[in-house]
């Protein structure tokens, strides 16, 4: 185990790293496979002075679950921020809110400002200091508690169960 | 069939690339314009990516797998420079629609 971390130093980031250098070449030949392998175990031991905490998952299938849950929102909310922006203006009440996290690492609290700005109709405008609290801002909201509620539900909780601090 | 099914998703595509900047043309202010542009490149170009994947992967010999990094880099950065415009915008206290409601104040 302890040569597999001194070997790996980030897991995933080798992973992510061979899965692109494959999809950049457009291939699947031997020679980039391994050529890419190489390049994904050299290039995470070099930077490894940049990346101080180890990014760790739990439970890959929440992951997955999660990636389905918020593609189909996005091509929900495609639909109903479509109408809107056809709509009258008039008709629109944007406003800002705020998002209680429980989620704590950074990498949670990036993703789910991520989702938040990728699903149509809400954009992650800024962080607290404390990492406590993200302000949003939506285009049309009509009941803020119920959305806040949506989102910490749908977004945040699997989130949270997959990426946590060990 | 298959040429229907691909002109479905080039005319999805645009219809919702349009609609995202028709969105930025006539949405009243800033942080509304900005939902205009993050919609668009998020269902416009998925759409017009999976196209262009399904396209070259039968039309050709080989599989074209290039549009998952285009879509991959492409929901990294969008909401990463909404979220940049967006802080920067309340930082300079941009003028917004008297009708936001709003927590800061």
């Given at each position: 185990?302890?040569l597999?971390?001194?070997?790996?130093?980030?897991?995933?980031l080798t992973l992510v790293?061979?899965?692109?250098w494959?999809?950049?070449?457009?291939t699947?030949?031997a020679g980039h496979v391994?050529?890419?392998l190489?390049f994904?175990?050299?290039i995470?031991w070099l930077?490894?002075?940049f990346w101080?905490?180890?990014v760790?998952?739990?439970?890959p299938?929440?992951l997955l679950?999660?990636?389905?849950?918020?593609l189909w929102?996005?091509l929900?909310?495609?639909?109903?921020v479509?109408?809107?922006i056809?709509?009258?203006?008039k008709?629109l009440?944007?406003?800002f809110?705020?998002?209680?996290?429980d989620?704590q690492?950074?990498?949670?609290i990036?993703?789910?400002?991520?989702?938040?700005?990728?699903t149509?109709?809400?954009?992650s405008c800024?962080l607290?200091?404390?990492?406590?609290?993200?302000?949003?801002h939506?285009l049309h909201?009509e009941?803020i508690?119920?959305?806040v509620?949506?989102i910490?539900?749908?977004?945040e909780?699997?989130?949270?169960?997959?990426?946590?601090e060990? | 069939m298959?040429?229907?099914?691909l002109?479905?998703?080039v005319?999805l595509g645009a219809f919702?690339t349009?609609?995202?900047s028709l969105?930025l043309y006539?949405l009243p202010?800033f942080?509304?314009?900005?939902?205009?542009?993050?919609?668009a490149t998020?269902?416009?170009?998925?759409a017009l990516?999976?196209?262009s994947a399904?396209y070259f992967?039968?039309?050709?010999?080989?599989?074209s797998?290039h549009?998952?990094?285009?879509?991959?880099?492409?929901f990294i950065?969008?909401?990463?420079?909404?979220?940049?415009?967006?802080?920067?915008a309340?930082?300079?206290?941009?003028k917004q629609?008297?009708r936001?409601?709003?927590?800061?104040?």
């Amino acid at each position: 185990m302890n040569l597999f971390n001194k070997m790996f130093p980030h897991p995933v980031l080798t992973l992510v790293l061979w899965g692109i250098w494959l999809l950049l070449n457009n291939t699947l030949s031997a020679g980039h496979v391994v050529l890419g392998l190489v390049f994904a175990i050299f290039i995470p031991w070099l930077t490894s002075g940049f990346w101080p905490e180890k990014v760790r998952m739990k439970a890959p299938l929440t992951l997955l679950k999660f990636l389905l849950i918020v593609l189909w929102d996005i091509l929900v909310a495609n639909m109903a921020v479509a109408k809107l922006i056809l709509g009258r203006n008039k008709n629109l009440k944007p406003g800002f809110f705020y998002i209680d996290l429980d989620i704590q690492t950074p990498l949670g609290i990036s993703l789910l400002a991520n989702t938040i700005s990728l699903t149509p109709g809400t954009v992650s405008c800024d962080l607290t200091e404390d990492r406590k609290r993200l302000l949003v801002h939506a285009l049309h909201i009509e009941d803020i508690p119920t959305v806040v509620k949506e989102i910490k539900e749908r977004y945040e909780a699997p989130l949270k169960e997959v990426f946590t601090e060990c | 069939m298959f040429e229907w099914i691909l002109s479905a998703l080039v005319l999805l595509g645009a219809f919702f690339t349009l609609v995202g900047s028709l969105g930025l043309y006539k949405l009243p202010d800033f942080f509304m314009r900005l939902h205009g542009p993050t919609k668009a490149t998020t269902l416009g170009v998925g759409a017009l990516l999976i196209a262009s994947a399904l396209y070259f992967s039968f039309k050709t010999d080989y599989i074209s797998m290039h549009e998952v990094l285009v879509t991959i880099f492409l929901f990294i950065t969008a909401p990463v420079s909404a979220h940049l415009m967006a802080k920067a915008a309340i930082h300079i206290k941009l003028k917004q629609v008297k009708r936001t409601q709003n927590p800061m104040k």
